[in-house]
T-cell receptor
Framework: NAGVMQNPRHLVRRRGQEARLRCSPMKGHSHVYWYRQLPEEGLKFMVYLQKENIIDESGMPKERFSAEFPKEGPSILRIQQVVRGDSAAYFC????????????FGSGTQLSVL | GQNIDQPTEMTATEGAIVQINCTYQTSGFNGLFWYQQHAGEAPTFLSYNVLDGLEEKGRFSSFLSRSKGYSYLLLKELQMKDSASYLCAVKSNTGKLIFGQGTTLQVKP
C-alpha cells in the first residue's frame, strides 16, 4: 500500500524556467494539499484540492503559481518563471476525506532555483 | 485570522519527560493535530484531539482545551531518536490544516 508519492525528489531550475511538481495521493484518497517549507520554518499552506476542484487556494501566490488535480493522474503544482525566492521544500499531503481525517505526507520535492 | 504559537526550541535529557505547548486562535476549529518531522523528511502523524481532554498513545500524549485555545504534547521516557521538530496544526472548517512554526526538540544524553 504505497504512501503519498512525490516526484521529483530534487528539482533544479534556472531563473525564468518552469517547475512542475507531481503528487500521487495514497490509494483511495481524493483530497490533496500542497505546502511549502523554508529551512527552520513551519509548513505554509498553499492549496487544497479535490478531484477536478480547487477547494481552498488562499495560500497560493496570485501570480506564477497554479495547481490542478485532474480526474485521472497526479496532482500538479506548477510554478512559472521561477525566481530564487521560490527555492523551498514543497510537500504534498492527502486524506481520505475533508473533515477530521488526518493528512499523510509525501517526502517532498526540494526545489532549487539557480 | 489564524495564529498558532509554539516555542521555537526546547532541550531535554534522555529518559526525561518534556511538554511542548501550543496556543491557537483560528477562525473555525475542526480538530488539533500533532506531527513529528525529522530533518529532511516528511511530517508523520502523532495525535489528534477534537474534544477536551487527554489522549494517550504509548510514550506520547496530547491534551486539548478548546475554551483556552491550548494544547500540549507530552513525551515520556525520551529517547535520542525523539530529537525532531514537533508541529502543532489546527484543522479549519474548510478542511485545510494550518501549522504552527514547529518546535525543534533536542534530546541530550
Amino acid at each position: 500500500n504505497a504512501g503519498v508519492m512525490q516526484n521529483p525528489r530534487h528539482l533544479v531550475r534556472r531563473r525564468g524556467q518552469e517547475a512542475r511538481l507531481r503528487c500521487s495521493p495514497m490509494k483511495g484518497h481524493s483530497h490533496v494539499y500542497w505546502y511549502r517549507q523554508l529551512p527552520e520554518e513551519g509548513l505554509k499552506f498553499m492549496v487544497y484540492l479535490q478531484k477536478e476542484n480547487i477547494i481552498d487556494e488562499s495560500g497560493m501566490p496570485k501570480e506564477r503559481f497554479s495547481a490542478e488535480f485532474p480526474k485521472e493522474g497526479p496532482s500538479i503544482l506548477r510554478i512559472q518563471q521561477v525566481v530564487r525566492g521560490d527555492s523551498a521544500a514543497y510537500f504534498c499531503a492527502s486524506s481520505l476525506g475533508g473533515g477530521n481525517e488526518k493528512l499523510f505526507f509525501g517526502s517532498g520535492t526540494q526545489l532549487s532555483v539557480l | 485570522g489564524q495564529n498558532i504559537d509554539q516555542p521555537t526550541e526546547m532541550t531535554a535529557t534522555e529518559g526525561a519527560i518534556v511538554q511542548i505547548n501550543c496556543t491557537y486562535q483560528t477562525s473555525g476549529f475542526n480538530g488539533l493535530f500533532w506531527y513529528q518531522q525529522h530533518a529532511g523528511e516528511a511530517p508523520t502523524f502523532l495525535s489528534y484531539n477534537v474534544l477536551d481532554g487527554l489522549e494517550e498513545k504509548g510514550r506520547f500524549s496530547s491534551f486539548l482545551s478548546r475554551s483556552k485555545g491550548y494544547s500540549y504534547l507530552l513525551l515520556k521516557e525520551l529517547q535520542m531518536k525523539d530529537s525532531a521538530s514537533y508541529l502543532c496544526a489546527v484543522k479549519s472548517n474548510t478542511g485545510k490544516l494550518i501549522f504552527g512554526q514547529g518546535t525543534t526538540l533536542q534530546v541530550k544524553p
